[in-house]
């Protein structure tokens, strides 16, 4: 079974590199032939906006700092240039050693579109792949390029707001029937409460309680209506997420803030 993986990576950021080779590695390890998809989110200088939509629409002054963001990075390389060759080769290099990338780069959502993938499951996440005030297009992670009806599922994928606007929540309600929605059982995670996705809010007077009861159970990492790695028909059971391995019920040392 192949599996094509879309979330956010290429942005210069140590979490969001981390997160997309730990899925790709756990996938891997789980007998499948999973790959990332190499699409230059819009936050990388390189991306191209061409004919780009937003999904859902955001203030001006949200659109600014949008607009503003790129330019401010590509000026800040222009005085640490050094400094940035360098960190862009460790992360290039970390990628070659530990993750697997398609070899093509996809720069655009139009690419997207006109790639012709052939995966048999598209799986989407995690990080906070529809947190539409980033100001830039969802459709790569609702994956809207997608026309062969492919198998499609959602892992661990966020939005980082406590709080979604009514066109925001009419977007994804119009598309949950298009995606396998699983809650995954971690304290830290961001959740909308859109249709069964559960609002998770680090503010909220009661997270801390929550955060710790959770941490005082084992956390199941829940993939969705996958097959079977020997080429079997997709299954729903729980065959695949017994597969995975349970954290420890040890609480965690750490203080919610």
């Known amino acids: 079974m192949k599996i094509g993986i879309f979330t956010i990576l290429n942005v210069n950021n140590y979490g969001a590199e981390l997160q997309c080779c730990a899925l790709y590695r756990k996938l891997h390890k789980m007998g499948y ?39 401010v990075q590509n000026l800040f390389c222009l005085f640490h240039h050094k400094n940035k060759k360098l960190r862009d080769s460790r992360f290039d290099e970390f990628h070659s050693k530990y993750n697997h990338l398609t070899p093509t780069l996809y720069p655009s959502v139009k690419s997207l579109y006109e790639a012709g993938f052939d995966y048999d499951v598209i799986c989407i996440g995690s990080d906070q792949v529809w947190n539409y005030m980033k100001g830039y297009s969802l459709e790569p992670f609702l994956a809207c390029f997608d026309k062969k009806q492919t198998r499609k599922i959602s892992y661990a994928s966020s939005i980082g707001l406590s709080e979604i606007s009514r066109e925001a929540e009419a977007v994804f309600k119009n598309r949950e029937d298009r995606l ?53 028909e997709p299954s729903t059971d729980r065959s695949a997420m017994s ?11 750490r203080t919610d803030h």
Do not use: C, W
């Not at 991306?47 to 330019?71: A, M, N, W, Y």
């Not at 971690?186 to 609002?199: N, R, T």
């Not at 005082?216 to 993939?223: F, G, I």
């Not at 597969?243 to 040392?253: D, G, L, M």
């Open 33 to 71: 032939d999973a790959e990332v998809v190499n699409y230059l989110f819009g936050i990388n200088p390189g991306h191209e906006f061409k004919g780009e939509r937003r999904t859902v629409p955001i203030s001006l002054r949200q659109d600014i700092k949008v607009r503003l963001l790129p330019v």
């Open 180 to 232: 396998i929605l699983q809650k995954t059982d971690v304290g830290l995670a961001h959740h909308v409460q859109v249709h069964g996705i559960e609002a998770d809010h680090r503010q909220n007077a009661g997270e801390q309680r929550g955060n710790a009861e959770l941490r005082r159970q084992p956390a199941v990492m829940a993939v969705a209506a996958t097959a079977a790695p020997n080429g079997n």
């Open 243 to 253: 597969r995975i391995r349970k954290v420890r019920k040890t609480p965690s040392a």
